[in-house]
């Protein structure tokens, strides 16, 4: 009687655990590069809390942002509760840059512009070592 208690709880604790974690931005390891049909490198490492602690950074918006239809950046309004493949495309829309540029564009552009942070490719887009 007690070892299916045992099992029951280990399963709910299991599920309940999977489920905060898939919803949980804050426990990110790597940033989602399943909207690309033929990734040439791995996603890019990036912990997020960790890397916002570091940067200094307070404001969602930075990283987060939404533009109105005229292409000017919408202060105080953050993006944080979509994904970044919800408004740029795998192709440059005009203005708005694909998914890849928009990527390189937001993280490496805010590398270059604080002199802080890594931007060659291998840096952020680390193969796994063999063991």
């Known amino acids: ?3 299916p208690l045992i099992l029951l709880v280990t ?4 599920i309940a655990l999977v ?3 898939a919803y949980s931005q ?3 390891q790597v940033l989602d590069n399943s909207e690309f049909d033929n990734p040439q490198r791995p996603p890019a490492v990036f912990d997020h809390d960790t890397h916002n602690e570091n940067a200094g950074i307070d404001d969602c918006s930075r990283c987060h942002h939404l ?3 005229n292409g000017q950046k919408l202060e ?6 979509q ?5 740029h495309g795998p192709a440059d829309e005009g203005r ?3 998914l890849m540029k928009a990527y390189h564009l937001n993280c490496k552009g805010c590398h270059q512009e604080k002199q802080k942070g890594p931007i060659l490719c291998a840096q952020c887009h680390v193969r796994e070592q063999a063991q």
């Open 1 to 3: 009687m007690r070892r």
């Open 11 to 14: 399963v709910i604790f299991g």
């Open 19 to 21: 489920i905060a974690t």
């Open 26 to 28: 804050e426990d990110m």
């Open 67 to 69: 533009f109105d239809k």
């Open 76 to 81: 105080d309004e953050s993006s944080e509760d």
């Open 83 to 87: 994904m970044c493949s919800d408004c």
């Open 96 to 98: 708005k840059p694909g």
